[in-house]
Protein backbone atom coordinates (compact mmCIF):
# COMPACT_ATOMS: atom_id res chain seq x y z
CA UNK A 1 0.00 0.00 0.00
CA UNK A 2 3.07 2.40 1.12
CA UNK A 3 4.71 1.32 -2.30
CA UNK A 4 1.29 2.24 -4.16
CA UNK A 5 0.62 5.74 -2.40
CA UNK A 6 4.73 6.97 -3.12
CA UNK A 7 4.12 5.73 -6.64
CA UNK A 8 1.06 8.37 -7.01
CA UNK A 9 2.84 10.77 -5.33
CA UNK A 10 5.69 10.52 -7.32
CA UNK A 11 3.72 10.41 -10.66
CA UNK A 12 2.55 14.03 -9.81
CA UNK A 13 5.14 14.96 -11.39
CA UNK A 14 5.89 13.09 -13.97
CA UNK A 15 6.59 13.46 -16.61
CA UNK A 16 9.68 15.53 -16.05
CA UNK A 17 9.97 18.57 -18.24
CA UNK A 18 13.19 19.51 -19.89
CA UNK A 19 13.45 22.98 -21.83
CA UNK A 20 15.30 22.24 -24.96
CA UNK A 21 15.96 23.71 -28.34
CA UNK A 22 14.64 21.85 -30.79
CA UNK A 23 18.35 21.25 -32.32
CA UNK A 24 18.80 19.25 -28.98
CA UNK A 25 15.96 16.67 -29.90
CA UNK A 26 17.18 13.14 -30.88
CA UNK A 27 14.71 10.63 -30.34
CA UNK A 28 15.21 6.66 -29.67
CA UNK A 29 12.82 4.49 -30.85
CA UNK A 30 12.10 1.23 -28.62
CA UNK A 31 9.10 -0.18 -30.20
CA UNK A 32 7.21 -0.12 -33.19
CA UNK A 33 4.09 -2.22 -34.33
CA UNK A 34 0.31 -2.56 -35.64
CA UNK A 35 -2.14 -4.19 -33.54
CA UNK A 36 -5.68 -5.41 -34.34
CA UNK A 37 -7.47 -5.67 -31.06
CA UNK A 38 -11.27 -6.24 -30.60
CA UNK A 39 -12.73 -4.94 -27.16
CA UNK A 40 -11.40 -5.40 -24.50
CA UNK A 41 -9.57 -3.54 -21.27
CA UNK A 42 -5.64 -3.35 -20.58
CA UNK A 43 -4.05 -3.81 -17.11
CA UNK A 44 -3.22 -0.27 -15.75
CA UNK A 45 0.50 0.90 -15.95
CA UNK A 46 3.04 3.06 -15.91
CA UNK A 47 5.69 3.57 -19.25
CA UNK A 48 9.59 4.25 -18.60
CA UNK A 49 9.60 5.65 -21.83
CA UNK A 50 6.83 7.70 -24.12
CA UNK A 51 4.01 5.95 -26.47
CA UNK A 52 2.48 7.56 -29.36
CA UNK A 53 -0.82 5.40 -30.00
CA UNK A 54 -2.27 6.04 -33.55
CA UNK A 55 -5.90 4.59 -33.92
CA UNK A 56 -6.46 3.85 -37.24
CA UNK A 57 -9.89 2.07 -37.45
CA UNK A 58 -12.30 2.14 -34.11
CA UNK A 59 -12.56 3.85 -31.00
CA UNK A 60 -10.01 3.27 -27.78
CA UNK A 61 -10.80 5.03 -24.29
CA UNK A 62 -7.43 6.20 -22.04
CA UNK A 63 -7.73 6.77 -18.03
CA UNK A 64 -5.34 8.87 -17.43
CA UNK A 65 -4.61 11.79 -14.49
CA UNK A 66 -8.16 11.64 -13.25
CA UNK A 67 -9.50 12.29 -17.12
CA UNK A 68 -10.96 9.98 -19.87
CA UNK A 69 -9.67 10.54 -22.97
CA UNK A 70 -11.67 9.08 -25.90
CA UNK A 71 -9.79 8.87 -29.17
CA UNK A 72 -11.60 8.05 -32.31
CA UNK A 73 -10.24 6.75 -36.01
CA UNK A 74 -7.61 9.09 -36.94
CA UNK A 75 -6.36 10.62 -33.73
CA UNK A 76 -3.40 9.39 -31.33
CA UNK A 77 -2.74 9.82 -27.51
CA UNK A 78 0.76 10.80 -26.25
CA UNK A 79 0.80 8.69 -23.45
CA UNK A 80 3.64 9.81 -21.07
CA UNK A 81 6.82 8.73 -18.95
CA UNK A 82 5.72 7.74 -15.50
CA UNK A 83 1.73 8.11 -15.54
CA UNK A 84 -0.59 5.60 -14.62
CA UNK A 85 -2.58 4.80 -17.31
CA UNK A 86 -5.45 2.50 -18.44
CA UNK A 87 -6.52 1.42 -22.45
CA UNK A 88 -9.70 0.39 -23.56
CA UNK A 89 -10.56 -0.83 -26.80
CA UNK A 90 -14.72 0.73 -27.16
CA UNK A 91 -16.74 -1.95 -28.08
CA UNK A 92 -17.51 -2.66 -31.76
CA UNK A 93 -15.44 -3.11 -34.62
CA UNK A 94 -11.81 -4.29 -34.01
CA UNK A 95 -9.86 -1.41 -33.33
CA UNK A 96 -6.47 -0.88 -35.25
CA UNK A 97 -3.86 0.35 -33.62
CA UNK A 98 -0.28 1.35 -34.33
CA UNK A 99 2.19 2.03 -31.24
CA UNK A 100 5.70 3.60 -31.47
CA UNK A 101 7.47 3.87 -27.55
CA UNK A 102 10.62 6.19 -27.88
CA UNK A 103 12.15 8.76 -25.93
CA UNK A 104 13.44 12.42 -26.55
CA UNK A 105 16.80 12.01 -26.21
CA UNK A 106 17.87 8.43 -26.69
CA UNK A 107 19.19 8.25 -23.02
CA UNK A 108 17.05 5.39 -22.06
CA UNK A 109 18.85 1.45 -22.52
CA UNK A 110 15.89 -0.69 -23.39
CA UNK A 111 16.67 -4.43 -24.25
CA UNK A 112 12.96 -6.23 -24.41
CA UNK A 113 9.81 -4.80 -24.69
CA UNK A 114 9.71 -5.44 -20.98
CA UNK A 115 12.06 -2.99 -19.84
CA UNK A 116 9.16 -0.28 -21.06
CA UNK A 117 6.95 -1.00 -18.44
CA UNK A 118 7.14 -0.23 -14.73
CA UNK A 119 6.75 -3.32 -12.68
CA UNK A 120 4.73 -2.57 -10.16
CA UNK A 121 5.61 -5.25 -8.02
CA UNK A 122 9.31 -4.85 -7.76
CA UNK A 123 9.24 -1.28 -7.76
CA UNK A 124 9.92 1.84 -10.27
CA UNK A 125 13.59 2.68 -10.82
CA UNK A 126 13.13 6.24 -10.61
CA UNK A 127 16.27 7.74 -12.58
CA UNK A 128 14.65 5.93 -15.65
CA UNK A 129 11.67 7.76 -16.23
CA UNK A 130 12.56 9.43 -19.49
CA UNK A 131 11.88 13.71 -19.80
CA UNK A 132 9.68 15.45 -22.29
CA UNK A 133 11.53 17.68 -24.81
CA UNK A 134 9.75 21.12 -24.35
CA UNK A 135 11.14 23.85 -26.55
CA UNK A 136 10.88 27.89 -26.07
CA UNK A 137 7.13 28.99 -26.36
CA UNK A 138 5.08 25.60 -27.14
CA UNK A 139 3.07 23.75 -24.53
CA UNK A 140 4.53 20.14 -23.98
CA UNK A 141 3.05 17.39 -26.19
CA UNK A 142 1.26 15.60 -23.31
CA UNK A 143 -0.83 18.19 -21.85
CA UNK A 144 -3.48 18.04 -23.50
CA UNK A 145 -2.66 14.37 -25.38
CA UNK A 146 -4.94 13.42 -28.02
CA UNK A 147 -4.02 15.08 -31.02
CA UNK A 148 -5.10 14.64 -34.68
CA UNK A 149 -2.08 14.01 -37.03
CA UNK A 150 -1.96 15.39 -40.60
CA UNK A 151 -1.77 12.85 -43.40
CA UNK A 152 2.03 13.09 -43.50
CA UNK A 153 2.45 12.43 -39.92
CA UNK A 154 0.43 9.29 -40.41
CA UNK A 155 2.19 8.09 -43.22
CA UNK A 156 6.00 8.58 -41.30
CA UNK A 157 4.10 6.30 -38.87
CA UNK A 158 3.29 3.42 -41.38
CA UNK A 159 7.09 3.94 -42.31
CA UNK A 160 8.53 4.14 -39.24
CA UNK A 161 6.74 0.93 -37.95
CA UNK A 162 7.98 -0.79 -41.09
CA UNK A 163 11.58 0.07 -41.18
CA UNK A 164 11.56 -0.84 -37.35
CA UNK A 165 9.88 -4.16 -38.59
CA UNK A 166 12.32 -4.81 -41.09
CA UNK A 167 15.64 -3.71 -39.15
CA UNK A 168 17.74 -2.98 -42.48
CA UNK A 169 21.34 -1.70 -42.57
CA UNK A 170 20.83 1.70 -41.17
CA UNK A 171 17.11 1.68 -39.93
CA UNK A 172 18.04 3.53 -36.92
CA UNK A 173 19.06 6.27 -38.75
CA UNK A 174 15.62 6.08 -40.67
CA UNK A 175 13.37 6.00 -37.92
CA UNK A 176 15.50 8.70 -36.16
CA UNK A 177 14.56 10.89 -38.94
CA UNK A 178 11.30 10.01 -39.36
CA UNK A 179 10.46 10.30 -35.31
CA UNK A 180 12.16 13.89 -35.71
CA UNK A 181 9.06 14.69 -39.15
CA UNK A 182 6.46 13.14 -36.55
CA UNK A 183 7.57 15.37 -33.30
CA UNK A 184 7.48 18.58 -35.87
CA UNK A 185 4.57 17.96 -37.01
CA UNK A 186 2.69 17.69 -34.08
CA UNK A 187 3.89 20.42 -32.34
CA UNK A 188 3.41 22.75 -35.26
CA UNK A 189 0.04 21.38 -35.27
CA UNK A 190 -0.36 22.51 -31.71
CA UNK A 191 1.37 26.36 -32.07
CA UNK A 192 -0.64 26.49 -35.69
CA UNK A 193 -4.56 25.76 -33.07
CA UNK A 194 -2.88 27.62 -30.15
CA UNK A 195 -2.23 30.61 -32.63
CA UNK A 196 -5.67 30.27 -34.48
CA UNK A 197 -7.39 29.93 -30.69
CA UNK A 198 -5.48 32.94 -29.51
CA UNK A 199 -6.78 35.12 -32.33
CA UNK A 200 -10.05 34.25 -31.70
CA UNK A 201 -9.85 35.32 -27.95
CA UNK A 202 -7.76 37.89 -28.46
CA UNK A 203 -10.02 40.81 -29.05
CA UNK A 204 -11.82 39.50 -25.74
CA UNK A 205 -8.94 38.93 -23.46
CA UNK A 206 -7.14 42.88 -24.68
CA UNK A 207 -11.01 44.37 -24.06
CA UNK A 208 -10.76 42.99 -20.14
CA UNK A 209 -7.14 44.26 -20.17
CA UNK A 210 -8.91 47.08 -20.94
CA UNK A 211 -11.18 46.79 -18.07
CA UNK A 212 -8.78 46.13 -15.68
CA UNK A 213 -6.53 49.25 -16.51
CA UNK A 214 -9.61 51.54 -15.91
CA UNK A 215 -10.82 49.45 -12.98
CA UNK A 216 -7.73 47.86 -11.08
CA UNK A 217 -9.03 47.62 -7.68
CA UNK A 218 -12.12 45.34 -9.35
CA UNK A 219 -12.03 41.44 -8.34
CA UNK A 220 -10.31 40.59 -10.84
CA UNK A 221 -9.20 36.56 -9.96
CA UNK A 222 -8.56 33.77 -12.38
CA UNK A 223 -12.12 32.57 -11.72
CA UNK A 224 -13.62 36.43 -13.00
CA UNK A 225 -11.76 36.43 -15.93
CA UNK A 226 -12.33 32.48 -17.09
CA UNK A 227 -15.92 33.42 -16.37
CA UNK A 228 -16.10 36.29 -18.74
CA UNK A 229 -14.35 34.20 -21.84
CA UNK A 230 -17.00 31.46 -20.94
CA UNK A 231 -13.68 29.04 -20.33
CA UNK A 232 -11.92 26.94 -17.68
CA UNK A 233 -9.58 28.59 -15.73
CA UNK A 234 -6.19 26.50 -16.85
CA UNK A 235 -7.75 27.53 -20.44
CA UNK A 236 -7.61 31.13 -19.71
CA UNK A 237 -4.74 31.38 -18.60
CA UNK A 238 -2.98 29.63 -21.18
CA UNK A 239 -4.86 31.93 -24.04
CA UNK A 240 -3.95 34.93 -21.49
CA UNK A 241 -0.45 34.66 -21.59
CA UNK A 242 -0.45 33.49 -25.48
CA UNK A 243 -1.64 37.26 -26.09
CA UNK A 244 -0.27 39.27 -22.96
CA UNK A 245 3.20 37.19 -22.44
CA UNK A 246 2.79 37.04 -18.66
CA UNK A 247 -0.32 34.93 -16.35
CA UNK A 248 -3.07 36.90 -15.35
CA UNK A 249 -2.43 37.09 -11.85
CA UNK A 250 0.77 38.89 -12.67
CA UNK A 251 -0.66 41.57 -15.89
CA UNK A 252 -3.36 41.99 -12.73
CA UNK A 253 -0.29 42.93 -9.82
CA UNK A 254 1.49 44.90 -13.09
CA UNK A 255 -1.22 47.38 -13.88
CA UNK A 256 -1.99 47.75 -9.58
CA UNK A 257 1.23 48.89 -8.81
CA UNK A 258 1.66 51.00 -11.61
CA UNK A 259 -1.50 52.88 -10.41
CA UNK A 260 -0.20 52.52 -7.13
CA UNK A 261 3.07 54.54 -7.94
CA UNK A 262 1.09 57.13 -9.73
CA UNK A 263 -1.09 58.04 -6.72
CA UNK A 264 1.71 58.03 -4.39
CA UNK A 265 3.42 60.14 -6.58
CA UNK A 266 0.87 62.45 -7.54
CA UNK A 267 -1.97 62.73 -5.22
CA UNK A 268 -1.67 63.58 -0.81
CA UNK A 269 -3.72 60.20 -0.24
CA UNK A 270 -2.42 57.90 2.54
CA UNK A 271 -1.12 54.81 1.71
CA UNK A 272 -3.83 53.02 2.89
CA UNK A 273 -6.34 54.50 0.30
CA UNK A 274 -3.87 54.06 -2.29
CA UNK A 275 -3.86 50.65 -1.36
CA UNK A 276 -7.81 50.32 -1.11
CA UNK A 277 -7.76 52.03 -4.66
CA UNK A 278 -6.03 49.75 -6.48
CA UNK A 279 -7.09 46.49 -5.53
CA UNK A 280 -5.35 46.08 -2.16
CA UNK A 281 -7.46 47.15 0.80
CA UNK A 282 -5.12 45.18 3.72
CA UNK A 283 -2.67 47.71 4.56
CA UNK A 284 0.11 45.87 5.70
CA UNK A 285 -0.69 43.55 2.85
CA UNK A 286 -0.19 46.51 0.33
CA UNK A 287 3.16 47.31 1.78
CA UNK A 288 4.40 44.36 1.98
CA UNK A 289 3.44 43.16 -2.20
CA UNK A 290 4.82 46.99 -3.03
CA UNK A 291 8.13 46.76 -1.47
CA UNK A 292 8.55 43.11 -2.78
CA UNK A 293 8.21 44.23 -6.39
CA UNK A 294 9.82 48.02 -6.18
CA UNK A 295 12.22 47.23 -4.04
CA UNK A 296 11.43 50.50 -1.85
CA UNK A 297 8.28 51.04 0.64
CA UNK A 298 4.96 53.08 -0.40
CA UNK A 299 5.64 55.66 1.70
CA UNK A 300 9.81 55.50 0.85
CA UNK A 301 8.48 55.90 -2.85
CA UNK A 302 6.56 58.50 -2.28
CA UNK A 303 9.35 60.59 -0.37
CA UNK A 304 11.56 59.59 -3.34
CA UNK A 305 9.12 60.68 -6.08
CA UNK A 306 8.53 64.08 -4.36
CA UNK A 307 12.42 64.33 -4.34
CA UNK A 308 12.88 63.91 -7.83
Known amino acids: MLRREAAVLEEELRPALRESAFREWSPGIHYAKHQELRPCSFPVRRLYDFELLYVGNGEMETDMSGAVHRITAGQLIVLPSGVFHQNRIVAGEPARLMGIHFDFFDELRI ?6 VVDEERGAQPG ?5 AVA ?6 SREPVHT ?3 DCVQWMEQLVQEFTMRSPGYELVCKGLMMNILASLVRARLAGQRAEATVHGERIRSIMGEIELHPAGHWSNTAIAAKLNVHEDHMSKL ?7 PPGEYVRTVRLRE ?9 WSVEQVGEAVGYPDLHYFS ?12 AFR ?6
Open 303 to 308: KLARML
Open 128 to 132: KFAAE
Open 111 to 116: LQEEDM
Open 260 to 268: ARRLLGETD
Open 136 to 141: EGCMPL
Open 149 to 151: PSS
Open 288 to 299: RIFSAHEGISPR
Open 240 to 246: FRQVTGM
